[in-house]
């Protein structure tokens, strides 16, 4: 049997936007779960009048060479007494938008978690690294 669950929340107070996903599969007396949540943060907004102002703009981010490099982390864990296991894995990074003359920043994160658990009930509703 699989069970798939959909969320999506979005916050303009805070400009931020949440899609999780949460699979279930319950087959031969194994339960296996994936997990999938993207989160994205607006944090900068500039707005340009001029074209020439953002080929400048762009110029110099390009010039700067101070991207900031995307943080990554994979971690595996496996119970041989009860025969859990876990792997989940989790980037951070950003970019920008340019949208009609508009900056945008945006902070992403996406988590990705399995789960593999062998006759144990499983909540969805559980975080994957928040």
Not at 80 to 86: A, D, H, L, P, V
Not at 96 to 115: E, N, P
């Amino acid at each position: 049997m699989r069970e798939i669950f959909i969320k999506h929340t979005e916050s303009s107070d805070h400009h931020r936007k949440r899609l999780s996903i949460v699979e279930m599969i319950r087959q031969d007396g194994m339960v296996a779960r994936a997990e999938k949540k993207f989160s994205y943060y607006i944090f900068e907004q500039n707005s340009i009048h001029d074209p020439s102002q953002l080929k400048s703009w762009m110029d110099t981010q390009a010039m700067l060479s101070q991207k900031k490099e995307r943080h990554v982390s994979i971690r595996k864990t496996f119970d041989n007494k009860s025969g859990t296991g876990q792997m989940a894995y989790r980037v951070i990074g950003s970019f920008y938008v340019v949208q009609d003359l508009h900056i945008f920043a945006v902070v992403f994160m996406h988590c990705i978690k399995f789960d593999m658990l062998s006759k144990l009930p499983l909540n969805p509703g559980s975080h994957c690294g928040e």
